[in-house]
């Protein structure tokens, strides 16, 4: 058996396995780390060992096709998962599959199904093309030489980088370099991509346009199973079939971002406001049409920014509108407000609005 080969063991999925329309499977998945302490604690207790919780009985399945996204902050434990489902690490209790390979007994299995995406750009040959460092981390994968050169005159194409030619790596742009990177995973043709904040070095403009292309190309043209870690509220819902929210190493709570975001953000708008709109407020508020009303001071315009509490979803917005409409209230603005990644943990944990019972 040639180097790179993977085992009989690790290419037969094991019996047991996870239904097959579940690429990614976490059940139970914990894992700790021994806590960091300096010399002086060191010495004082040289036997203590302290541990820290990364990831704390996690349970997860992700549909073939899916684009899911982790939502957290540092420290939530996302890049931790990401390690074990990448077999960099090994996970102290519970189980993980990948394609229908269990991460701890088939590590090669799991690793011929998925790749990760590092948002590393050092991970590149700057002093290269594109093209070379393609065909590099191609012939590393074991591609004919043939093959390699269809794969990725293919892959420049989708990621839009056909174009460069003799330009080295040194020069291309944040965003150009993060379509390399993908283009790069791309190459062995993975059933599932883990991507760990793809966006966190490019500018707003350049992440608009990542994001577009993740979601059209690699999952719409590609095909592929994608897991996003990000601490981006608004990129997870904007782009995520379903989200899971991750806290100090716990899933609090996962469904489909629309609903997730329906349910906690709790339909919030602001409306910038011009006229006698108090006592029109105060109707729609005494109705139950609207809560949770704040009024801050006006500009010198007589403009108001209010924000409010529509439940009821967009119908119930439309028929707000249109009573302040009718009672000759001038409306310059009506927009949902997004919420905060710090707001949706605080309404998980806590409820979904403060002082609000039940």
């Not at 806590?35 to 207790?45: C, F, K, N, P």
């Not at 899916?66 to 902050?73: A, I, K, S």
Request: hydrophobic residues 45%; contains cysteine.
């Amino acid at each position: 058996m040639t180097t790179g080969q993977l085992s009989p063991a690790a290419e037969a999925p094991r019996d047991g396995m996870p239904p097959p329309d579940m690429v990614v499977t976490l059940d139970g998945l914990t894992k700790s780390f021994p806590r960091r302490t300096g010399w002086r604690e060191l010495l004082r207790h040289p036997l203590a060992r302290e541990t820290v919780v990364a990831v704390d009985g996690v349970s997860l399945e992700v549909r073939r096709g899916e684009f899911f996204g982790l939502l957290g902050p540092n420290g939530a434990g996302k890049t931790t998962l990401f390690k074990i489902l990448s077999t960099l690490i090994t996970p102290d209790a519970g189980e993980a599959w990948v394609a229908g390979y269990e991460v701890g007994r088939q590590p090669a299995g799991v690793r011929a199904q998925l790749a990760p995406v590092v948002p590393e750009e050092r991970s590149l040959n700057w002093r290269l093309t594109a093209r070379q460092n393609l065909d590099l981390f191609g012939a590393l994968h074991g591609l004919g030489k043939r093959e390699r050169a269809r794969r990725i005159s293919e892959l420049l194409q989708v990621v839009g980088l056909e174009g460069t030619g003799a330009k080295l790596v040194a020069e291309f742009s944040s965003g150009m370099r993060q379509r390399l990177l993908l283009a790069r995973a791309l190459i062995p043709r993975p059933r599932v991509l883990l991507l760990d904040e793809p966006t966190r070095s490019l500018d707003p403009l350049s992440a608009r346009t990542l994001r577009s292309f993740l979601r059209t190309e690699v999952v719409g043209q590609q095909g592929c199973t994608v897991l996003l870690a990000t601490h981006n509220a608004e990129e997870a819902f904007d782009l995520c079939d379903r989200v899971g929210v991750l806290h100090k190493g716990r899933l609090l709570a996962t469904g489909g971002a629309d609903e997730l975001a329906r349910r906690y953000a709790r339909d919030r708008y602001r409306l910038v406001v011009r006229g006698p709109f108090g006592p029109a407020l105060g109707e729609l508020e005494a109705g139950g049409a609207v809560q949770e009303v704040a009024i801050p001071p006006g500009d010198s315009d007589g403009w108001v920014a209010v924000e409010a509490v529509i439940p009821g979803g967009a119908t119930r917005a439309a028929a707000v509108l249109a009573f302040l409409a009718r009672a000759g209230i001038e409306v310059a603005s009506f927009e949902p407000i997004r919420v905060t990644l710090a707001d949706l943990i605080e309404r998980i944990v806590h409820g979904p609005s403060a002082g609000e019972a039940g």
